[in-house]
């Protein structure tokens, strides 16, 4: 069992950059696939960046260039730094841990980017 816990959302203004953090609860972390999805209202949940324990990523088009997403096994912390935000960036943004058919889900933080 992964327990994920994310912060560092808010209310930034358009241009803005905000980092969000994913804490994992024990040292699993260091094998999974992690990865940051975000869903906004009335839209599905979707792909924002991934990450493989060797640090190989990918990102969704639409982020490519302004958002970074990063991996400290050591502290069992994923990050996603977000910047040039856009008011189309704002969502609930989730962390998750998918662990071979395991996947594992973070309750949640929301970004709001005013124009």
């Known amino acids: 069992q992964v327990q994920l816990v994310e912060s560092g959302g808010g209310v930034v203004q358009a241009g803005g950059s905000v980092r969000l953090s994913c804490a994992a609860s024990?040292?699993?972390?260091?094998?999974?696939?992690m990865g940051w999805y975000r869903q906004a209202p009335g839209k599905q949940r979707e792909l924002v960046a991934r990450i493989a324990s060797g640090r190989m990523t990918n990102y969704a088009d639409s982020v490519k260039g302004r958002f970074t997403i990063s991996r400290d096994n050591a502290q069992n912390t994923l990050y996603l730094q977000m910047n040039n935000l856009k008011p189309e960036d704002t969502a609930v943004y989730y962390c998750?841990?998918?662990?071979?058919?395991?996947?594992?889900w973070g309750q949640g933080t929301q970004v709001t980017v005013s124009s």
């Open positions: 024990n040292s699993i972390f260091s094998v999974a696939v």
């Open positions: 998750n841990a998918q662990i071979s058919t395991l996947s594992y």
